[in-house]
């Protein structure tokens, strides 16, 4: 079992910037792959972003690319999604979940999930 917390949401105005923390702990698998995703209400759970083990590896929504940058500490068993630029449709709950070795972009490929945290971008 590997347990998520997630932590880090909040209300910012449209051009701000948020970082979110994705802390694991339990039976974690050195190869592992995390990922950010978020659920808009009325709307399916989209891909935000995702990194490997060691973060040689990280692939990036369109929708967020060259905005959010995803990354990890190891030693704190810990993975971040820098978020700068934000727009109102960036408002969302953001999970993070957990695999077992590569990053993909199918949320029905993670096996384990934190609780959420709310971002909203509003003025």
């Known amino acids: 079992q590997v347990q998520l917390v997630e932590s880090g949401g909040g209300l910012v105005q449209p051009g701000g910037s948020l970082r979110l923390s994705c802390a694991a702990s339990?039976?974690?698998?050195?190869?592992?792959?995390m990922g950010w995703f978020r659920q808009a209400p009325g709307k399916e759970r989209e891909f935000v972003a995702a990194?490997?083990?060691?973060?040689?590896?990280?692939y990036y929504a369109d929708s967020v690319k060259a905005r959010f940058t995803i990354s990890r500490d190891n030693a704190k068993n810990t993975v971040y999604l820098q978020m700068n630029s934000l727009k109102p449709e960036d408002t969302a709950v953001y999970f993070c979940?957990?695999?077992?070795?590569?990053?993909?972009?199918?949320?029905?490929?993670?096996?384990?999930w934190g609780q959420g945290t709310q971002v909203t971008v509003s003025s």
């Open positions: 990194i490997s083990w060691n973060g040689g590896s990280t």
């Open positions: 339990g039976s974690i698998f050195m190869f592992n792959a």
């Open positions: 979940a957990y695999r077992n070795h590569i990053p993909v972009t199918n949320s029905y490929e993670y096996d384990y």
